[in-house]
């Protein structure tokens, strides 16, 4: 005899078979409807992917090569399942194109990569954020159309912004490269006396890795035209780059100058400072020939005869008429100074004259100008400046003080 219970039972295990065909077809149904968005998404992703080529415009003079490469890469969806769907999603880079300096087509690249990137078909608006560990984010917002994307890019933490004109598929532009790691020529501005400092700078390092960079800067100064035995070199051990704003600065506790300024095209340019002097004035550098700026006279130095008279100011009663000879030799970056001062009996053509060598330790600061020479013989020391061509200084005896003024001109 079958009891009502047993009946039952049949009945309640036929309800729970229904209820679970009813769950697993909600998630079917569910996972279907996601695989169809992927799918839907992959289709709008594809019509932005590719490698695109252009200008990050930061001025109307300042423009910068970059690319931006856009990917899609399928993610799987995290709800969870066992057999996730995988879902497209845009990534890739933004690259800042260099030249290597070697005109031999190689293109050297800073690289950020894209954190969040999306591209809506309805609105044909593509937003992305690139990265990099060593500088600020880089935010897009471009319009595509068709083969371009163009429109707006900035930088809050380098209160930096500008336009963004990309094309799918064309090369970088090679008239926007700018050359980086090289070999630059050009003056700096001594603004206070109207003069110019001719200078070579080697600007040495590379891209350690494709998100870093690594720089130093060797600086030679000539004094007078660059074919003067008068130079000295500053080398600048670290040197600071911004790919995003294109400045640069380089500054050494050692160093007697330093510079900043920004990178465009073949050049540099910017202001520099004296760590003696204070601020110079500016500073323009190219790999390209470039002529001196107009209302300037170069520099001087103080290798040279000079010629002119003695005042005594002392008992002695030395000659009053002086040559003064200073000779510039290049030694490790510096200058090594030798000479000697002539004291004539009669004219300047006269074979009467005593001369007395300059010791090995005669100075010249390049900067404030001024000079401290010692003769050999009688321990004479001329202290003094240089003016132009011409050479003020007081004489002193290591015994007797100031003996004398001269003032004698190359």
């Known amino acids: 005899m079958i009891t009502g219970r047993w009946i039952l039972i049949p009945a309640i295990l036929g309800l729970v078979n229904a209820c679970s065909s009813d769950n697993i077809s909600k998630r079917d ?19 932005v992917a590719g490698i695109y080529s252009g200008s990050l415009i930061r001025s109307e003079n300042d423009r910068q090569s970059i690319t931006l490469d856009l990917q899609i890469k399928e993610i799987p969806k ?26 031999d087509g190689t293109i050297e690249k800073m690289v950020f990569s894209l954190e969040k990137a999306d591209f809506s078909e309805k609105s044909n608006h593509f937003n992305g954020v690139a990265t ?26 380098s209160s930096a912004s500008g336009q963004l004109d990309l094309t799918r598929g064309m090369k970088p532009p090679s008239a926007e490269l700018p050359v980086l790691v090289a070999d630059y020529s050009g ?3 001594w603004e206070s006396s109207k003069e110019v400092q001719f200078v070579d700078v080697k600007l040495n390092g590379s891209l350690s890795s494709p998100d870093t960079i690594t720089l130093n800067m060797a600086t030679r100064f000539y004094f ?24 640069i600065g380089a500054t050494s506790a050692d160093a007697e100058i330093s510079l900043n300024g920004t990178l465009s095209g073949n050049g540099l340019s910017g202001n520099w400072n ?29 290798h040279g005869t000079y010629k002119g008279k ?27 100074w030798s000479g000697n001062m002539r004291f004539y009996l009669g004219e300047f053509d006269s074979p009467e004259y005593v001369e007395d060598p300059f010791t090995s330790g005669a100075e010249f600061d390049f900067f404030s100008k ?35 003024e001269v003032e004698v001109t190359r």
Do not use: C
Not at 224 to 247: M, Q
Not at 311 to 327: C, D, G, Q, R, W
Not at 380 to 397: C, P, Q, R
């Open 224 to 247: 007078g035209p660059k074919t003067s035995p008068e130079y000295i070199t500053f080398t600048i051990p670290k040197v600071d780059f911004n790919p995003i704003t294109g400045r």
């Open 78 to 103: 995290d709800d969870g399942d066992v057999d996730p769907v995988m879902v497209p999603v845009l990534t890739g880079n933004l690259q800042f194109n260099y030249s290597n300096g070697r005109n």
């Open 29 to 47: 149904q569910e996972k279907e409807q996601t695989r169809n968005n992927a799918a839907a998404k992959r289709i709008e992703l594809e019509k």
């Open 132 to 157: 990099n560990s060593n500088y600020d984010a880089v935010i897009m917002e471009l319009r595509f159309d068709g083969q371009t994307l163009s429109g707006q890019w900035n930088a809050p933490s």
């Open 310 to 336: 003695l005042k005594n100011t002392a008992s002695l009663n030395l000659p009053e008429k002086v040559m003064m000879t200073f000779v510039a030799t290049p030694d490790q970056g510096g200058v090594v």
């Open 187 to 189: 003056y700096f501005l």
């Open 370 to 404: 001024k000079i401290s020479a010692k003769t050999l013989k009688h321990s004479f020391t001329v202290n003094g400046g240089l003016l132009g061509s011409k050479i003020k200084a007081d004489l002193y005896h290591d015994g007797l003080g100031k003996i004398a």
């Open 274 to 302: 004296s760590k003696s002097m204070g601020q110079m004035g500016g500073f323009k550098l190219s790999v390209l020939p470039m002529a001196p700026p107009v209302g300037y006279d170069a520099v001087s130095g103080l």
